[in-house]
T-cell receptor, first 112, second 116 residues
Framework: GNSVTQMEGPVTLSEEAFLTINCTYT??????LFWYVQYPGEGLQLLLK?????DKGSNKGFEATYRKETTSFHLEKGSVQVSDSAVYFC???????????FGTGTSLTVIP | NAGVTQTPKFRVLKTGQSMTLLCAQD?????MYWYRQDPGMGLRLIHY???????AKGEVPDGYNVSRLKKQNFLLGLESAAPSQTSVYFC???????????????FGEGSRLTVL
């Protein structure tokens, strides 16, 4: 089947620390991979995506590389800010109906 | 820029009552989805639609019904609400991507439902 497993939180970091949130997946076809971010009280919004193996998605200093050999799509940022505090969801899209499968989310808190 | 709009934002129901959540999108997207978000479980797909007049079951469809009579609207109904349906509900839409599965989801702000 299709599923996404991501590192459990919550994660607490000091400002300017390095961030890694692990994400691995299983898929029946060739998926596209996404990271979504949810700020408090809001809906999810796309952070970055990659649609084929070895592609690197990047946005706002975050990046993730589609690794087909390890079925992974880990999220990284070199220096986090307080404004990055949010819940991060890894997701994959596969199938004719563009069906998305989400991980359980990782809560990140960045302290000054 | 309205995007995806959900109504109502908050609702409290008693067990056994019925209600409908409305989702409207103004981006002419083909696909629409209803998810529920529960602590520790992420987002789970309830129902989805690949076009006007079509609906399909997702991961957790029991206790819910949907309709897509107009392309821009996707309604989620609870015929007889249960406490287990207390959750935050998100509607999302996505453009057709030619079968490439690359279209991103655009989410509404969520509807918080409490069933007593």
């Amino acid at each position: 089947g299709n599923s996404v497993t991501q590192m459990e939180g919550p994660v607490t970091l000091s400002e300017e620390a390095f961030l890694t949130i692990n994400c691995t997946y299983t898929a029946t076809g060739y998926p596209s991979l996404f990271w979504y971010v949810q700020y408090p009280g809001e809906g999810l919004q796309l952070l970055l995506k990659a649609t084929k193996a070895d592609d690197k998605g990047s946005n706002k200093g975050f990046e993730a590389t589609y690794r087909k050999e390890t079925t992974s799509f880990h999220l990284e940022k070199g220096s986090v800010q307080v404004s990055d505090s949010a819940v991060y969801f890894c997701a994959l899209s596969v199938g004719a109906g563009n069906q998305f499968y989400f991980g359980t989310g990782t809560s990140l808190t960045v302290i000054p | 820029n309205a995007g995806v709009t959900q109504t109502p934002k908050f609702r409290v129901l008693k067990t056994g009552q019925s209600m409908t959540l409305l989702c409207a999108q103004d981006m002419n997207h083909e696909y629409m989805y209803w998810y529920r978000q529960d602590p520790g479980m992420g987002l789970r797909l309830i129902h989805y639609s690949v076009g006007e007049g079509t609906t399909a079951k997702g991961e957790v469809p029991d206790g819910y019904n949907v309709s897509r009579l107009k392309k821009q609207n996707f309604l989620l109904g609870l015929e007889s609400a249960a406490p287990s349906q207390t959750s935050v509900y998100f509607c999302a839409s996505s453009p057709w991507s030619g079968g490439a599965n690359t279209g991103e989801l655009f989410f509404g702000e969520g509807s918080r439902l409490t069933v007593l």
